[in-house]
């Protein structure tokens, strides 16, 4: 290895390259580590090498000459050298900040994968990535979102007319994303989406009627497709969430008990679905397809049927309902017609497999005449 004084001469007119190799390192014999490193075109480029405190040799790259001069170099060069020798580590710091994964490369090779088995939402988890924060931030180091950059993905959401609890599902998935990021040390610093704003969301709340559900069940028998409408008739029968309907087999079905077994409900935990008289009519209904295990098969028996929103909008029309009902309105007025018949909100709770109490209170008001009866408790009595 040649050693000579690195001076700006030396660098502006650096030795030639020999034939049949690739490069050429010029070491300084002033400053023990610092060296220049020549190219065949004659670039150069300067870089410092030191121990650090395991006795490990590291090398740091400087700088190409024009971008820094030799003295820059050379300055640059002590300092390290310096930091070093005081137990420091300078080329740690730059490891790591290479090594953090950019924001794309994360969810894809590892939120993703590990989400897919354990949530029953990491459908919608894989298409809010794609559709909203992948175009927005893939290529972004995890260090490098910022609390302001969340902000801005609100806004962005929220001017494109998303109502706020969609907005709030992306935060919170955002939110996640991080969390297990600083859980696997994927990246060092804070959350940014620690303290974003999640807005109180407004639910919004659509019930059918009597007649109208009789409209609904009398337009669900002149549907083309009689798997699709019996999907729909279940939920309107069951309260269930479509997911848990497209996905039921026949394995899942105790028809002596009554019962359908969900066996990973969006909470994660498996349920009961009690079966009326009503819901045991629309199974009867269905036919079954020999090696087929699905109640409510697709196009191929392998797989069950994807989604019923072209046969929903169909039954809407043909029953003269609303077109912005939304068939997750079925459940809410199952919800509603078993409170409006006096069932407590304890048992509408089980029925419908809520987690939390706050989702079965939001049914409440639907029967004041019981909540009056039961303050008025508190007033036997007393004549005033």
């Known amino acids: 290895m040649p050693t000579q004084t690195i ?21 300084d014999d002033r400053l023990s580590g610092f060296l220049m490193e ?8 300067f870089y410092v090498r030191y121990r650090d405190g395991r006795a490990r ?37 730059r490891d790591r900040l290479k090594a953090v994964p950019t924001f794309g490369a994360f969810c894809e090779d590892r939120y993703l994968p590990y989400v897919e088995d354990r949530l029953r939402s990491a459908r919608d988890h894989r298409s809010f990535y794609k559709n909203r924060l992948k175009p927005r931030w893939e290529n972004k180091r995890l260090d490098e979102v910022t609390p302001s950059d969340v902000a801005a993905l609100q806004k962005a959401l929220r001017d494109e007319g998303l109502a706020d609890g969609t907005v709030n599902r992306v935060t919170a998935l955002v939110r996640r994303i991080f969390n297990l990021a600083l859980r696997w040390e994927a990246y060092q610093g804070r959350n940014p989406a620690q303290h974003a704003e999640m807005r109180r969301e407004h639910h919004r709340e659509k019930y059918l009627t009597e007649t109208e559900l009789r409209a609904l069940f009398l337009a669900l028998d002149e549907e083309p497709s009689q798997v699709a409408a019996g ?35 969006k909470s994660g935990r498996r349920r009961h679905i009690p079966l009326s008289d009503l819901a045991l009519r629309v199974l009867n209904r269905q036919r079954r397809l020999p090696g087929c295990p699905w109640v409510f098969p697709g196009k191929a028996p392998e797989h069950h049927l994807e989604g019923v929103r072209k046969a929903w909008d169909r039954v809407k029309t043909r029953a003269g309902l609303p ?12 919800a509603s017609t078993l409170v409006s018949k006096g069932r407590t909100l304890h048992e509408v709770g089980e029925i419908l497999g809520h987690s939390q109490v706050q989702m079965t209170m939001r049914y409440a008001h639907l029967a004041p005449q019981r909540l009056i009866e039961a303050a008025n408790q508190v007033a036997v009595g007393w004549s005033g």
């Open 7 to 27: 001076t700006r001469a030396l660098a502006k007119s650096p030795p030639p390259v020999p034939a049949g190799k690739r490069k050429i390192r010029v070491f």
């Open 38 to 45: 020549v190219w065949p075109s004659g670039s150069v480029t």
């Open 57 to 93: 040799t590291r090398e740091i790259r400087l700088g190409r000459l024009g971008d820094v001069t030799v003295d820059q170099a050379r300055k640059r060069a002590q300092e390290i050298r310096a930091e070093a020798s005081l137990g420091g580590d300078p080329g740690a710091e």
């Open 231 to 265: 999907v729909i008739a279940l939920l309107a029968a069951t309260g269930a969430r479509k997911g848990e309907a497209l996905a039921a087999k026949w394995e899942h079905i105790d028809f002596e008990r009554r019962l359908w077994v969900v066996p990973r409900s």
């Open 323 to 334: 077109p912005d009902l939304r068939i997750h309105d079925l459940r809410h007025t199952f």
